[in-house]
Nanobody, 127 residues
Framework: QVQLVESGGGSVQAGGSLRLSCAAS????????MGWFRQAPGKEREGVAL????????YYSDSVKGRFTISQDNAKNTLALQMNSLKPEDTAMYYC????????????????????WGQGTQVTVSS
């Protein structure tokens, strides 16, 4: 079992920045896919930034590539998402997720592959 807790959400004007964090605890695995999904009202949950913890290979959705950066600390037990040049379209609930048994690298953005989820943190970008 893995527990995930997000923090760092809030409200910001378009063009601004936010930094999200995810703290992981519980069962320990040598290899994880971990990262961030987001869901806006009326839309499906989508993978936006993912990292393979055994080596650091990353995945970004086309909509955030060049603006968001995912990273992990040396202990591989926390994640950060640096969000720059934010747009109103980035407004969503952001969820941290983990898959302890990844099958491909870069990590898959398919929601059903992720077994563990945080409670979410809201990001709101105003124009």
């Amino acid at each position: 079992q893995v527990q995930l807790v997000e923090s760092g959400g809030g409200s910001v004007q378009a063009g601004g920045s936010l930094r999200l964090s995810c703290a992981a605890s519980g069962s320990t695995y040598s290899h994880y896919c971990m990262g961030w999904f987001r869901q806006a009202p009326g839309k499906e949950r989508e993978g936006v930034a993912l990292i393979y913890t055994h080596g650091g290979v990353t995945y970004y959705s086309d909509s955030v590539k060049g603006r968001f950066t995912i990273s992990q600390d040396n202990a591989k037990n926390t994640l950060a998402l640096q969000m720059n040049s934010l747009k109103p379209e980035d407004t969503a609930m952001y969820y941290c997720a983990a898959d302890p048994f990844p099958v491909i690298v870069p990590c898959s953005p398919v929601r059903s592959r992720y077994n563990y989820w945080g409670q979410g943190t809201q990001v709101t970008v105003s124009s």
